[in-house]
């Protein structure tokens, strides 16, 4: 039977007197069909599952997300549910809920499991894990990106309308692109960090995995909240969706900064995508990326593993076995680091984010390629390092930066593959960035299908049929 | 013959047809009088600055600092004077004016010299420099404070109206109280770093000392001014002194909180500063400053050592004798810091930041003590460190939070030393402070003077008159 896989389709099956329980049987079901025990590092037990959705009693509409089941990255904690950042040596038993996931709770939405990661969300590609790899949702060959790997791979299978990741380099982003769905990366501080195993204290946010842009938004939006107890809990408001600019002007990297490391595809679907999005009037100016891709370097190349190291620095002394060889390599360069390392580093970025902040002055925001190129499972286990690399191209200077994005598929590309771009904004943007993606969507959806009818007035929203 | 020491009284004099040539010849016999060699590192040859004082032409009242002379902390680049830090294997020979500097001398100011101070900007002594030791111009037994020590020391004497100081730890505050003069930290960022010797660039500020609070403020409003080739630079303004409040809410440290280090005299100064706001309707509250103190600890403690080492790390790897052996061994502590170390400094400051917000959330402002008691010359031979560390009890924590300060006289204590309180607003509240700070001084000037006339109006201006 057919599972809603929008909050909007989800929400009407309510209304029309379907039960929690009909949708948690169906979607357990559907995971049988699936068949990937690569998604999920804990699944609640069906019997636990049904009794909390029979627990909600009659629809309550009041509840913005009544009955909506999502999955958790196995690095925020859910009550009773282990969470292990994909070590198992590491794993604690949350008696709470993060802070997020209590605010989703209270909403009506009932979490399914913990999904499987890059371990210690240390990657893009959702190999580096101790358990079996998730399976790319639209191509088993090629990676299903990470670190937020499960959680992308079970929302783009329909099975539940929304999950979490958290994103520091990209990770909410990367697998969003690689399964061909929406990812939102809010602005730092905007969700709090309570309940949630670091990798970037000083860069890390949660983030949504969802099938359009409206269901992305609206989850965030019951999940923000100023934290007191949070350090890096900022004040700010999830603001509904301001109305759309008649003429944006977006910057774009120029022809010299675009790297596409030999896929020439992904280059076609970037331009289709501006060429679409000029065509809605959008003023596209192309600018140096030059600068952006100098602090997209410096997450991993620079001190800032060192925050990576601050999570696991004891187990990695103690027990370094327990630890997955590739992340072990990675975080392991911090033991090298000084001090002065990490102010230098400091220094640099502060002179590289006044310089981006300049470029991106007379711009509302940026447009980019999610992902430069597609990597197989093959590609990684000849490298585990360089292709984990170039996927965070477009994507691991924007915490650095301090900029929220939204990443959302466009048309495939010719050979089927999902096509993606990211739009970036400047803090706190996160609605003026959810009207654009949504008026994005839009436009791909009306040409990839022409014989659709017009553009949906402002006040509607645009469904993806799926399921 | 007499020097005016203020802005309002050096203008007044400009106005009734004195020159510059008068002012400048009058300055440098009173500098001959004084005959301290510990203040100037480096002092412009008399014959330059007669003619740059006459170069100024007829008085042009359009200039707000037309024809002062000032005197610049020698960790502050002036065009033509050598910039050394104190330290000669470190001096460089600017070509061209620090960016404050610049917009000193576009309004008509007059740099002097280049002044003593703690090597490096690393210490709140002024007896750190391979220099003689500034006179501290009160009492000579009593340190001069630092590191901005000949800045403060020059505009106590009543040579210049006011002097540029730098301050990271205290350096812009603990010299104005060991000297009885005003010394105002602006916040982080609104003055720009350009052509300034960092201490710790993130926390590093030019700051201001002059005789009194408006002098001291409108100094800093032609200095501040955005500064885009400065990575850490703000845009903020120094708006006008707002009104007073009526009845600001002031918090203090509770009585577990003071510390004086067994000087009474200056807990009872303390009090009968408190007992004069209260009296002008303050509503005062004692909180407690546990976490202000441990923010404090952590600047020379904590991993920000390494931003000082990171300026001078070559020299100290390759000519560690150029360097003051007190100043080595503070900062070549920051050789064993690892960048893990830094990360968890920042985090845990983070959280101290925090908590210290929250504890300031109902209040307009603090007062503290500017030092907590006072050290001789002799105490510093005897022990180079603790006393030092001392100083900085009622300072340190202010750049770490991004708070900022003015430091002003209040009656002189029993023992005929000067006493001083320190205003700390949040960052911006620089306006707000100069208002506050102003009507104390008002306050206490008629208690330390009964006979004086009535408060003036809210719009004049209480002018000290001195030398």
Not at 186 to 209: E, H, K, N, W, Y
Not at 245 to 252: D, E, H, Q, T, Y
Not at 415 to 440: F, K, N, Q
Request: proline content about 9%; some cysteine.
């Amino acid at each position: 039977e057919d599972l809603p896989c929008t909050l909007a389709d989800l929400r009407a099956a309510y209304a029309d007197g379907i039960t929690p329980r009909a949708v948690m049987t169906a979607l357990l079901a559907r995971l049988a069909d699936i068949d990937d025990p690569g998604i999920f590092i804990h699944l609640e037990v069906a019997q636990t599952l049904l009794a909390q959705a029979d627990a909600l009693g009659a629809f309550d509409p009041a509840r913005p997300l009544w009955g909506v089941p999502f999955a958790v990255k196995d690095n925020i904690d859910v009550a009773g549910m282990p969470t292990s950042a994909g070590c198992e040596a590491f794993t604690r038993y949350p008696q709470t809920d993060a802070f997020a996931v209590a605010r989703l709770r209270e909403a009506g939405a009932i979490p399914i499991g913990k999904t499987n990661l890059d371990q210690f969300a240390t990657g893009l590609v959702g190999t580096r894990t101790p358990h079996p790899v998730p399976r790319n949702a639209l191509d088993p060959a090629i990676v299903p990106g990470g670190s937020s790997s499960g959680s992308a791979v079970v929302v783009a299978h329909g099975v539940v309308p929304f999950a979490l990741g958290t994103d520091t380099a990209g990770s909410g982003r990367v697998p969003a692109a690689l399964n061909g769905i929406v990812g939102l990366k809010p602005t730092l501080g905007a969700v709090s960090a309570g309940g949630v195993v670091p990798a970037c204290r000083t860069l890390d946010t949660i983030s949504v995995f969802a099938r359009n842009v409206e269901d992305a938004h609206a989850v965030c939006a019951v999940m923000a909240g100023y934290d007191a107890a949070d350090a890096y809990a900022r004040p700010l408001r999830m603001a509904p969706p301001p109305a759309p600019l008649p003429a944006p002007r977006i910057a774009v990297p120029d022809h010299a900064s675009l790297r596409f490391f030999g896929d020439s595809l992904q280059a076609e679907s970037f331009s289709a995508t501006l060429e679409t999005l000029r065509r809605r009037g959008a003023e596209i100016t192309p600018i140096d990326f030059g600068p952006f891709h100098d602090v997209a370097q410096m997450l991993y190349d620079g001190a800032w593993v060192a925050e990576r190291y601050s999570v696991i620095a004891e187990l990695m002394e103690s027990e370094p076995e327990a630890i997955h060889p590739v992340t072990r390599e990675v975080i392991g360069k911090a033991r090298g680091m000084s001090a002065l390392d990490a102010f230098r580093g400091i220094y640099r970025l502060a002179e590289l984010r006044r310089h981006c902040v300049q470029l991106m002055a007379d711009f509302d925001y940026l447009v980019v390629p999610s992902i430069p190129r597609f990597y197989s499972c093959a590609d990684l286990a000849a490298d585990p390092i360089t292709p984990n690399s170039n996927l965070g191209t477009y994507t691991n200077f924007v915490n650095l930066l301090d900029l929220c994005a939204l990443t959302v598929p466009v048309a495939p590309r010719e050979d089927g593959r999902p096509g993606s771009v990211t739009l970036i904004g400047r803090a706190g943007a996160d609605g003026r960035l959810a009207t654009e993606a949504s008026r994005l969507t839009r436009a791909v959806a009306g040409i990839a299908a022409p014989a659709m009818p017009a553009e949906p007035a402002d006040d509607e929203m645009a469904i993806a049929v799926c399921g």
